[in-house]
């Protein structure tokens, strides 16, 4: 049978210290970490474990804000990708439209 390995108490994290570790990581996240790589980094600093900063991140209001925010971004920049598609497609046919008409000008 294996033993179960004693659960961490961080009872000298105060919630300012939490706080400031969560602020630390969405600013990772919005430098272009991910979620994990930032929480290792603000864990190595705290000697806590990662996964106790990414429950922490996760149960903050500011990571849903960041979420929904990113979301938002996402969305908008799919949307460009659509109209460049658009865009490019129209110039493929002027291209090869182009083409056609200038590939017969020197024949008869």
Known sequence: MT????SRQYGWITQEIR???????LGGVEEGRSLNAA??????????HRNSIKN????SPAYADLQQRKAGELEL???????LGVLNKGLRAVIQ????????????
């Not at 706080?19 to 990581?25: K, L, N, R, S």
């Open 77 to 83: 920049r799919l949307a460009d990708i659509r109209a």
């Open 3 to 6: 033993a179960v390995p004693p």
């Open 39 to 48: 929480c290792e980094l603000v864990a190595k600093h705290l000697d806590v």
């Open 97 to 108: 439209q182009s083409a056609t008409n200038t590939s017969g000008c020197g024949q008869q």
């Open 56 to 59: 922490w991140v996760q149960s």
């Open 19 to 25: 706080d400031q570790a969560v602020a630390a990581v």
